[in-house]
DNA sequence: CAATTCACGTTGTACTATACAACTACTTCC
DNA sequence: GGAAGTAGTTGTATAGTACAACGTGAATTG
């Protein structure tokens, strides 16, 4: 096997080893937000508010599961719907006070976690590993 | 924000939208094994057989999980279990030779599609991108 | 402008992955 | 030989997901 070859392989496995544990991370380390949840929020406080659609075409999710994740987190008080003047059909989504309080401390986890995972790395590794996951994942989304 | 913090931020959010994904995408290009089912074949298949207990602790999985995991691809027939003569308790699980195969072509297709996604990366970064990966996934299981 | 088509979101249904707890069957150790 | 431990299964519950059918409002067009 090619060097080349080795490489994809090790990068396909630890990927795959990574994506396997997310789940099961995130509720350790944030157990009152999923890291569907959390996603979805993080994307709603980020872009100031959005439609269920723009979140579903996002994260490549079909708008029922958007739907159910959206009124969950409606039920919880973390998520508030407005409808939209110009366009009846339309609900205009944030997160409400509450909802950006435990968005703020799921992110301070995250981050820590983070931080801890990648304490020994420095600072040129790490701007190289991010690159490279920018990379990765814009190739994904285009040829996805 | 220093370098360093927004180098973490990034390698969060990439990594987690990618392991967001990691489920459809194998769901596409290898739609007849699931992305645990193919996990767990791979492992047998690497470690020439192993017990059920031994997938649990190695994925982080519950043993019921892994049972009935293990259940739907012996029904499927890809999976055999050979009671193990020394211990009556264990179940030594083996690829059968339609498990074998099937994993073969999961696997065709999921280089392919790393390969292709990687396509226009030279080797050096490659390299890098793997050595990183491994790194992040070493660190992960010892504070995991 | 009325009728058709389209867009947004919800609900019914089904399935997969997962965990925890209770259980059975076997082994090991005192 | 009985107590304690280990391997695996099964019951039950939950989250996340998709697809299809639907209701409602908007836009287009003949």
């Not at 006070?97 to 981050?111: F, K, Q, W």
Request: aromatic share 6%; proline share 3%.
């Amino acid at each position: 096997m090619t060097q080349r070859n080795a490489s994809v392989e090790i990068i396909q496995q630890q990927l795959t080893a990574f994506a396997r544990r997310a789940r099961a991370t995130a509720a350790r380390i944030h157990p009152e937000l999923s890291l569907v949840s959390y996603t979805l929020l993080a994307h709603l406080d980020d872009q100031q508010g959005c439609r269920a659609t723009d979140l579903a075409a996002h994260y490549f999710l079909d708008k029922s599961t958007v739907s159910r994740q959206i009124a969950a987190l409606e039920k919880l008080g973390f998520v508030e719907r407005r409808v939209d003047p110009d366009d009846h059909r339309v609900q205009v989504l944030h997160p409400t006070p509450a909802g950006a309080a435990v968005l703020s401390n799921a992110m301070t986890s995250r981050r820590q976690a983070f931080h801890e995972r990648l304490g020994d790395w420095d600072d040129a590794d790490l701007a190289r590993f991010a690159s490279y996951l920018l990379r990765y994942n814009a190739a994904q989304e285009l040829k996805g």
